[in-house]
């Protein structure tokens, strides 16, 4: 009885690893073998960076947001203290939006803030 080899399977995954590959340079784009490891490699590193891509943005925010408070007289901490006392319920993405875009809204908004600090 011949020996399976696997035949259209094996080909199919293969395919798939190379296709994945595509626009490697050198043997990591044409060579099966360098290309799985530097593929399986590469979709590590994607699923890692989805996650990762969260927190870097909220520290992003939180930057914004601190440079903000403090052309306003407030500290990062003060401003996030005070807006939960006022019952405030803006996140930190919609926060560092209106320090970037709108200064004199989040003036009022810090303004809120600082009211409501000594409640």
Do not use: C
């Not at 960076?49 to 914004?64: A, E, M, P, Q, S």
Request: hydrophobic share 40%.
């Amino acid at each position: 009885m011949p020996r399976a080899k696997g035949g259209s399977k094996s080909r199919q995954r293969r395919k798939k690893i190379m296709k994945l590959a595509k626009g490697y340079v050198g043997g990591r784009g044409r060579l099966y073998r360098s290309a799985r490891e530097t593929v399986e490699r590469a979709l590590t590193f994607a699923y890692r960076d989805r996650r990762v891509k969260k927190r870097t943005f909220r520290g992003l925010w939180i930057t914004r947001i601190g440079a903000a408070a403090k052309i306003n007289g407030l500290s990062y901490s003060q401003l996030i203290t005070g807006l939960k006392h006022a019952g405030v319920e803006l996140d930190r993405k919609i926060l560092a939006e209106i320090a970037v875009a709108d200064m004199p809204a989040f003036g009022q908004i810090a303004q809120t803030a600082k009211s409501h600090l000594g409640a």
